[in-house]
């Protein structure tokens, strides 16, 4: 029977077009991967390649096997992942957030559960999270919308709810609410890593220029700062009311947010304790 490698070799071969591009490329002696190509054709009782005088290329079986080869390899790497993404499945619990504020409060509730599992989480956009649990790479995530999908579980794990974080002196520090656009084109201090925030204020926002900071530096700034600011009622139960600062409800859709808890029920009910833990309204 042929081995993987010579299916990899004939790969090469098909997309180089040339022998020695090929055996560049797999960092072989022509004539060694030569060799290889000759007991790949005593192997399948076929031959793959047309030869002349210093040339050589496929024939039909030839490319037959090619397609073939390309399809073997594709199922092999899909093997390799799904079986990996399995076995760090029983070790590791990976939660994918699409914003901070859940990997503030899930991952502490997860060890707590799950002593003897290693937790990770991770920040990232929407659609790499969805795709991500669909190839059980996560365990979970947190997407700011629901999904209805075949073989995936949806249920809604909380809200946050964005503010304007002013100092006092601001002309709209006495609003009751506001809209994004109320403050679209002036200077705002803004923390980095917001996930799908980022794009939020992007949209809703764009002729404001915003000095991003990481989260210490932004601490201290809004401390001191004339700048507005964004916070949420999430941050703002954590952390506390910032010092000389007006919190102000912003009423834009999109300011509102309630985050939902994606997952795969099928082999995963270890995660039953923890979807215990969600609101059940």
Known sequence: MFELYQLEQLLAFAECGTLSGAAERLHLSQPALSRSMQRLEAELQVSLFDRQKNKIKFNENGRM???????????????????????????TILLGSCAPAPLWEIPPVLSDLYPDRTISSEMRENDVLLQGLRDNFYQLIILPY?????????????????????PP???????????????????????????????????????????EQEDVAFEELVKFSALPSFTTDVVLHREGNPVNRVNIPILDDEANVTYYCLYKPHGLNDLNAFLKTLPTD
């Not at 609410?177 to 764009?206: A, C, H, I, S």
Request: with cysteine; hydrophobic share 35%.
């Open 146 to 166: 629901p999904v209805e999908e075949p073989g995936i579980s949806c249920v809604k794990y909380g809200e946050e709810h964005l503010y304007f974080s002013l």
């Open 65 to 91: 096997a090619a397609e073939y080869a390309r399809q073997v390899m594709e199922k092999c790497q899909d093997m390799i992942g799904r079986v990996q993404a399995f076995d760090r499945s029983q070790r």
């Open 169 to 211: 002196a601001h002309p709209l520090s006495g609003s009751k609410e506001l809209y994004m656009k109320d403050l679209n084109g002036e200077t705002m201090l803004l923390r980095n890593r917001l996930g799908f925030w980022r794009n939020v204020t992007d949209q809703k926002m764009p002729d404001t220029r915003f000095l």
